[in-house]
């Protein structure tokens, strides 16, 4: 186990799918709207319109900063040094 946070790299993908995945919500958004009458039209007007703008602050919503802490590591002793001897 480590204190060690998640990488930049870990992070920002974690955020690219959750973007895609609300962008792929409001594809089917859109589908529904064609498909469907009453309420449900409504409710997916209102997803096609309003899930691009939370899709973008979900993904540009950066996971703060944890202070970490570090605990030294002793290195291995030299196994080289042992079988010369």
Known sequence: MTSAQTSSTDDQ?????RYLTMMGLRIVCFGVVFITTGWLRWVAIIGAVALP???V???NAVRP???GRITPVSPEPDRTKRLEQ
């Not at 993908?13 to 799918?17: E, G, T, Y």
């Open 53 to 55: 703008y939370f899709a």
């Open 65 to 67: 900063r944890e202070v």
């Open 13 to 17: 993908s974690a955020r690219v799918k």
């Open 57 to 59: 602050v979900v993904a």
